[in-house]
């Protein structure tokens, strides 16, 4: 199987795996929409453009965790401290703005199930590299724009390997090392893998 057949056979998948998701945790998404309402004003959806395969911009979802009008600016330094390598970790730990049902839903990854409608939409896939915010792609060499060459994915190597704690560019490596040699087999790997880490919470917060 040539690269063009693993990519249709990739694109099957996604689309077979995520609307079969999505009609089964229908019942989910209510609960935790309905959660959200009741803890915080504002929407259910947190909606954020993103960057995606070859630099095309998307519409990002995701369940909001935090409140409404929550300062973007405070994440943006975070990012860029973390990208220039003075800080370790991608994600506040302690972070002022999140509700308290959205520190449930970031700490179970239950705030990343809507990104299966950004899936069936052919926007993301169950499978690859994070989805950057447009002001990171903005610092990005010419090496950390190379994982652009892909669909971003809910899950992949960095998602599998400790998320918010893997420096910037361990996360790079591992992301180019998938771009370059990825395979059906390893997604499946990867997809078998996420399930344990989820459970385990690490990284997410």
């Keep these: 199987m040539d690269r063009s057949e693993r990519e249709v056979f990739k694109r099957w998948m996604d689309i077979s795996v995520s609307l079969l998701l999505l009609f089964l945790l229908a019942p989910l998404f209510f609960i935790i929409a309905l959660l959200i309402k009741l803890d915080s004003r504002g929407p259910v959806f947190y909606k954020q453009k993103r960057i995606g395969k070859d630099g095309k911009p998307f519409t990002f979802l995701k369940f909001r965790s935090m409140h409404w009008n929550a300062d973007q600016s405070l994440h943006k330094k975070f990012v860029e401290d973390f990208m220039q390598g003075k800080t370790k970790e991608y994600k506040l730990k302690r972070d002022p ?3 308290r049902v959205g520190y449930f839903l970031r700490r179970t990854s239950l705030d990343e199930l809507p990104q299966l409608i950004n ?3 052919g926007e993301m896939s169950l499978v690859g590299p994070r989805p ?6 903005e610092m990005y060499d010419e090496r950390a724009k190379k994982r652009l060459l892909v669909k971003p994915g809910i899950t992949g190597e960095w998602q599998c390997s400790g998320r918010s704690q893997v420096p910037f560019e361990k996360m790079i490596e591992m992301d180019l090392k998938y771009v370059e040699s990825w ?4 997604d499946i790997v990867l997809l078998m893998k996420t399930f344990f880490v989820v459970l385990s919470r690490k990284g997410a917060y």
């Excluded at 950057?132 to 792609?137: A, F, L, Q, R």
């Excluded at 395979?183 to 390893?186: K, P």
């Design 132 to 137: 950057p915010i447009e002001y990171e792609v």
């Design 97 to 99: 703005r999140v509700t």
């Design 183 to 186: 395979s059906l087999s390893r």
């Design 119 to 121: 899936v069936l939409k």
